[in-house]
Nanobody, 120 residues
Framework: QVQLVESGGGLVQAGGSLGLSCVAS????????MGWFRQTPGKEREFVAA????????SYANSVKGRFTISRDNAKNTAYLQMNTLKPEDTAVYYC?????????????WGQGTQVTVSS
């Protein structure tokens, strides 16, 4: 099993920046990809960004491309999401996810979520 714990959420004004962290524990050598998703009330959880832990390849949702950066520190079993130029529509609960797949079609491991609120 893999456990994920997010941190770093909070309240920020539009145009500001926030950084999120996700620490993995448990069977971490089995993890191939880590990602970030977000969800607002009444909406489905949506993909934000993902990173391949071996090669460092990344992917982003169009809505965050150029503003958010995902990175990882394999020695610390940690993935990061740096969010810049935040907009009110970025307000959501952000979830960290992990999978054994290098080409994820499902994400079996999830963190508890951290709230990000962007005020206008």
């Amino acid at each position: 099993q893999v456990q994920l714990v997010e941190s770093g959420g909070g309240l920020v004004q539009a145009g500001g920046s926030l950084g999120l962290s996700c620490v993995a524990s448990g069977r971490t050598p089995s993890i191939a990809t880590m990602g970030w998703f977000r969800q607002t009330p009444g909406k489905e959880r949506e993909f934000v960004a993902a990173i391949n832990l071996k090669w460092g390849g990344t992917s982003y949702a169009n809505s965050v491309k150029g503003r958010f950066t995902i990175s990882r520190d394999n020695a610390k079993n940690t993935a990061y999401l740096q969010m810049n130029t935040l907009k009110p529509e970025d307000t959501a609960v952000y979830y960290c996810a992990a999978t054994r797949s290098s080409v994820p079609s499902e994400w079996p491991y999830w963190g508890q979520g951290t709230q990000v609120t962007v005020s206008s």
